[in-house]
């Protein structure tokens, strides 16, 4: 018995110090010691509302971190914190087999034959008719809750706490293998963030950065503050206006910029208080998005902190009419929009007439817009850098792969403003920027569109037309792609893949932006340019203002009567209001702000203009920029699962308001501000005039997407819309002469164009594409029906087998330089500990392995001959595959290689033929594509975005592993189906270069096609491998056509 209890121990695989600390646990308890069982009341076995939803039991965090062991001599043992993880399928939404609109196939009878029957849309459905329940309505909350959801899948997390001086990574095998001899057994996983009492801080180089910019901005401010403080009360103040430099200095002083933020009587112009209706608007809808945000930021964590998460509070967002401010979330972006479109065109417009056209003020212009929006980026960003320091508990571990690692990667797309182009949120570095990223596009083309204004009605005819294209380009991906509109179309959706692709596409997409943005530039220009506009008598203002009030509320309401958990809506009901709904809305919110800063609504504009709102207003863009985070530190510190109440979530959210507005106050003076008039020094914007110009000019506001209702003389814009005839002619004068030399040159060159695109436009561009591709195609192509979705190998078909061979002497060359320049990161010291341990375990059993010394821990400085001896053993292990620590080498190696190709040292060679296959597949044919390989999907992205034709990303929907199964095996090929949400197999191609898959994949009714590539294993393309198979020597030998009933043209 003893020899079989030893024997089962050490098939466990637990290291000798985790099985002493469990030993020592044992003794304690029978020696009646109370702090060993801790460890076991820290823990939560059976959670209560479980039929209800919990999807954690989080167990006492602070009980279990705080745990030590009084005496140990040979080591300390403390309570170590971690989270388990347990697949639950049964919440993933399930996909029918059938169309959704064909009532024939609705009213069918569906049967439930089999415990396998429960995993199928019939079966499932089968079984809630059985106890009269909606199958549909369940099954469409789901598919809302997977694609809100920021994690893939859903679990069950547990809580455990064990010994600081076991590792999750050996528990997690102990647990598994244990759990081996039951039939379908549950696979756990255990995260390797875990939290102990006494755990280091480690700054990485985003984080000092964060630290040095800060104290060096908040000691520069303190000075500059004190000496204001110090020229106001114990000199001459006037000094201030003598001195130049002392203006310089008190650009950074908080007083100042206080003054200027609560409006000041001396800092302050009658054009400073016109638009401050406008903060006020922006506030309130502000405000409403963050307590919005508060309710469904819980979905978007996977519901992992609350209880009753399928019965309570989240079940009534997509039905009670009290959260209709949730269901209509775009409309506040919109607003947002509308608001900053606004300014800019009061701006344009303005008053300061004397700067003529030139492309040296539109580059000034641009410059002033993009530093504009980019300080008010900055100290959001910073504050995500420094999050992670300052949290703690079971789920914070998330917020770093979530917000902190999209800023160290993509943090250049933010700062260019292009990430209003990235495919997922997940990769968007500070996820409200997008917002400002498309303004910046649009607002490039403001001056031009309202230069035409000049010309009365041939401008309004251009904002008319401006409207009606940015409608139809708006409803493009819905009339022509039959892209469903997420949530109100959920019950359409095909995959969750799908739903997350429509909600990116229709709630951050710039096109759906572009006709709240030609509205608010009309506004803008009026408010500026025609504030007097004769509205006829008593009765038709009356009539007038009822109708443009009633615009939103209709808005509103109209979209209250499409509910995303029954779907069945009319299509035309649908899609007309999805055309006119924005229209109305900024139309009639563009007409409470006309009227409240043209003397038409006085009361109205005093009433939401107190003193006491203005500052909030100013930094509402601020706070909303902030707002994720704040919210974000709240539901990822929860240390206790809780159900959601309207209490709890609207008193916490007075809370995180006040910390939001009080967190862009900071910014404000520490970033905007300051920058704002360095900015203005810096272009050297007032001295585009004449002293006499400048004296008389009226200020303005600042051409930022809000200087939040104020008016500066601070940017030089271009005044494309002069208030008189004589200026009229004046810029006319100006125009004509900066275009007439480029008029005589490109005039039929651009008549050709616009004949062209007016001919043709996007989809007669298509279709001369498949027409001359129709023609090139040789007689060797097969003509293949079109699938859903192509399933490519990376390696045999995108890329030569040969670069895993280049891959790995890569790996093996540049080594030792990598271990010596990331020596103390935390990838490198886990895996010198877990040799230096390993190889003493070896050693003790005989096994021959090369000698390693003990690395120090974190606080001290490892000699030379530490980082020699581990570099040694490191190329050993690569040159022997030593299996024990394959998946530490394996990390190793994706590292190196991933920073690789970051710094260009190493770039993926690819077959030629695959960029114009991969146009013609998704550009052309509209098909997704999906890459496979061994590797993780990450691998795979870093990969293909490094290519030496480019970055491949863009074609691929997402990449597909082979981990957890056998890539010859049938069963492997029926889990991507699901995977895909794929229900017909037959609507997924598989192209590899290997015959055995392509059978294999065959088997389970999987289409596929094997590519012959040159210079690969000719053995394998053997006739007898290959027979019954489809074969293609290139890709460009695949024709897809859209004929139902055609096969694979296997000749």
């Given at each position: 018995m003893n020899e079989t209890f030893l024997q089962f121990i050490q098939d466990l695989e637990i290291s000798p110090y985790c099985l002493a600390s469990f030993n020592h646990l044992l003794l304690e308890m029978k020696e009646r010691r109370l702090w060993p069982l801790k460890f076991i009341d820290a823990m939560e076995f059976l959670p209560s509302g479980l039929l209800e939803g919990v999807m954690s039991m989080f167990g006492v965090y602070e009980e279990c971190i705080n745990i030590e062991s009084p005496m140990v001599k040979w080591n300390d043992i403390r309570g170590k914190y971690c989270l388990a993880k347990v697949h639950l399928p049964f919440l993933n939404p399930l996909f029918p087999e059938f169309d959704v609109h064909d009532d024939n196939d609705l009213s069918r009878n569906h049967e439930l034959k089999s415990i396998k029957d429960l995993y199928t849309y019939h079966g499932r459905k089968s079984l809630y008719n059985r106890i009269n329940r909606d199958f549909d309505h369940s099954n469409n909350k789901f598919k809302i809750l997977q694609m809100l959801n920021m994690f893939n899948g859903s679990y069950l997390r547990i809580g455990l706490c064990f010994p600081s001086t076991c590792s999750s990574f050996e528990l997690e095998r102990a647990i598994n293998k244990f759990l081996q001899p039951i039939s379908n057994p549950i696979r756990i996983e255990i995260e390797e963030e875990c939290s102990y009492k006494g755990q280091e801080i480690e700054l990485d180089n985003h984080q000092r950065m964060a630290i040095f910019i800060l104290v060096g901005l908040c000691l520069l401010v303190g000075a500059c503050t004190g000496f204001e403080y110090y020229l106001r009360n114990f000199r001459d103040p006037n000094e201030i206006n003598k001195n130049q430099y002392n203006s310089y200095l008190l650009t950074f002083s908080a007083l100042s910029n206080t003054r200027y933020l609560l409006g000041h009587a001396d800092m302050a112009t009658e054009d400073e208080k016109r638009l401050c209706s406008i903060d006020s608007i922006t506030l309130f809808f502000v405000i409403m998005e963050f307590v919005g945000r508060s309710y469904v930021l819980p979905i978007f964590y996977g519901m992992i902190n609350i209880k009753r998460a399928l019965n309570g509070l989240t079940d009534q967002?997509?039905?009670?009419?009290?959260?209709?401010?949730?269901?209509?979330?775009?409309?506040?972006?919109?607003?947002?929009?509308?608001?900053?479109?606004?300014?800019?065109?009061?701006?344009?417009?303005?008053?300061k007439s004397q700067i003529k056209p030139s492309i040296l003020n539109y580059v000034k212009f641009i410059l002033n817009r993009y530093l504009s929006i980019i300080r008010r980026l900055i100290g959001p960003i910073l504050l995500i850098y420094l999050m992670p320091l300052f949290g703690d508990g079971p789920t914070w571990h998330y917020f770093s792969p979530l917000y902190v690692e999209p800023c160290k990667h993509n943090l250049w797309k933010t700062l260019l403003l292009i990430n209003n182009f990235e495919s997922s949120f997940d990769k968007v570095c500070l996820i409200p920027s997008t917002v400002f990223s498309a303004l910046f596009y649009m607002s490039l083309a403001a001056p031009f569109i309202l230069y035409t204004l000049n010309h009365k009605y041939f401008g309004y005819i251009v904002f008319i037309m401006l409207i009606i294209l940015g409608t139809i380009i708006s409803v493009i991906p819905k009339i022509v792609y039959n892209l469903p509109v997420t949530p109100y179309e959920i019950s359409s959706i095909s995959s969750v893949a799908e739903a997350k692709l429509s909600f990116i596409h229709y709630y951050s997409s710039t096109d759906q932006l572009i006709v709240v943005f030609a509205i608010g530039l009309f506004v803008g220009y009026l408010i500026r340019c025609k504030p007097k506009i004769n509205l006829g008598k008593r009765a038709a203002n009356i009539a007038l203002w009822i109708g443009m009030l009633a615009l939103p509320i209709i808005s509103s309401q109209w979209n209250d009567t499409f509910k995303p958990l029954k779907?069945?809506?009319?299509?035309?009901?649908?899609?007309?209001?999805?055309?006119?709904?924005?229209?109305?809305?900024?139309?009639?919110?563009?007409?409470?702000?006309?009227?409240?800063?043209?003397?038409?609504?006085?009361?109205?504009?005093?009433?939401?203009?107190?003193?006491?709102?203005?500052?909030?207003?100013?930094l509402a863009f601020g706070a909303y920029l902030n707002h994720i985070t704040i919210l974000s530190f709240r539901q990822l510190t929860k240390k206790q699962t809780s159900p959601l109440t309207n209490v709890e979530i609207l008193t916490n959210?007075?809370?995180?308001?006040?910390?939001?507005?009080?967190?862009?106050?900071?910014?404000?003076?520490?970033?905007?501000?300051?920058?704002?008039?360095?900015?203005?020094m810096i272009l050297n914007i007032e001295n585009d005039t004449n002293n006499d110009e400048q004296q008389t000019a009226v200020k303005r506001f600042s051409m930022s997407d809000l200087e939040n209702g104020k008016l500066h003389g601070d940017h030089g814009e271009f005044d494309l819309k002069p208030l008189n005839d004589t200026m009229r002619i004046h810029l006319n004068h100006c125009h004509h002469r900066m275009i007439h030399n480029n008029n005589n040159n490109n005039n039929n060159k651009n008549n050709k164009q616009q004949q062209q695109q007016s001919t043709t436009g996007f989809d007669g561009v298509v279709r001369q594409d498949r027409q001359r591709r129709k023609q090139n195609f040789g007689p060797n192509t097969k003509q293949i029906r079109k699938p859903n979705n192509i399933l490519i190998d990376i390696y045999g078909?995108?890329?030569?087998?040969?670069?895993?061979?280049?891959?790995?002497?890569?790996?093996?060359?540049?080594?030792?330089?990598?271990?010596?320049?990331?020596?103390?990161?935390?990838?490198?010291?886990?895996?010198?500990?877990?040799?230096?341990?390993?190889?003493?375990?070896?050693?003790?059993?005989?096994?021959?392995?090369?000698?390693?010394?003990?690395?120090?821990?974190?606080?001290?400085?490892?000699?030379?001959?530490?980082?020699?001896?581990?570099?040694?053993?490191?190329?050993?292990?690569?040159?022997?595959?030593?299996?024990?620590?394959?998946?530490?080498?394996?990390?190793?190696?994706?590292?190196?290689?991933?920073?690789?190709?970051?710094?260009?040292?190493?770039?993926?060679?690819?077959?030629?033929d695959i960029m114009d296959a991969f146009h013609y597949w998704r550009f052309e044919e509209f098909i997704k594509i999906y890459s496979y390989a061994s590797g993780p999907v990450e691998g795979q992205r870093q990969f293909l975005r490094s290519t030496s034709v480019g970055d491949l990303n863009r074609y691929i929907a997402n990449g597909l592993n082979s981990s957890g199964g056998y890539k010859?095996?049938?069963?492997?090929?029926?889990?991507?189906?699901?995977?895909?949400?794929?229900?017909?197999p037959d609507n997924l191609l598989y192209i590899t270069d290997d015959p055995r898959k392509a059978r294999a994949a065959e088997t389970v009714g999987i289409r596929t096609i094997v590519v012959n590539r040159t210079g690969s294993d000719t053995g394998k393309y053997d006739p007898k491998e290959t027979q019954a198979l489809t074969v293609v020597n290139t890709l460009a030998d695949i024709e897809f056509i859209n004929d139902p009933n055609a096969s694979i043209q296997c000749c």
């Open positions: 967002y997509f039905t009670a009419k009290k959260f209709f401010f949730i269901r209509g979330s775009s409309f506040a972006v919109c607003t947002y929009v509308l608001a900053s479109s606004i300014i800019l065109a009061y701006n344009i417009c303005g008053r779907g069945n809506f009319s299509q035309f009901n649908f899609i007309s209001w999805f055309l006119l709904s924005k229209i109305m809305w900024c139309f009639g919110f563009g007409w409470i702000i006309y009227t409240c800063n043209t003397g038409r609504a006085n009361t109205f504009n005093q009433a939401i203009t107190m003193s006491l709102i203005r500052p909030l207003g100013k959210d007075i809370s995180d308001i006040v910390i939001a507005f009080t967190v862009a106050y900071i910014f404000y003076i520490l970033f905007e501000r300051p920058f704002y008039y360095w900015i203005k078909v995108i890329a030569p087998w040969t670069f895993v061979n280049q891959l790995k002497t890569h790996a093996k060359e540049n080594i030792d330089d990598y271990v010596r320049e990331n020596w103390n990161s935390k990838l490198m010291r886990t895996i010198a500990s877990r040799m230096w341990e390993q190889f003493k375990i070896d050693r003790k059993a005989g096994i021959k392995v090369p000698d390693i010394q003990e690395p120090n821990d974190g606080n001290k400085q490892d000699d030379r001959n530490v980082i020699d001896s581990a570099i040694c053993c490191i190329r050993w292990m690569l040159e022997t595959k030593y299996p024990t620590l394959k998946t530490q080498m394996e990390k190793l190696c994706t590292d190196l290689w991933s920073h690789s190709f970051e710094t260009g040292k190493l770039k993926a060679d690819v077959y030629p010859f095996d049938p069963n492997k090929y029926r889990s991507l189906c699901a995977a895909l949400r794929e229900p017909k």
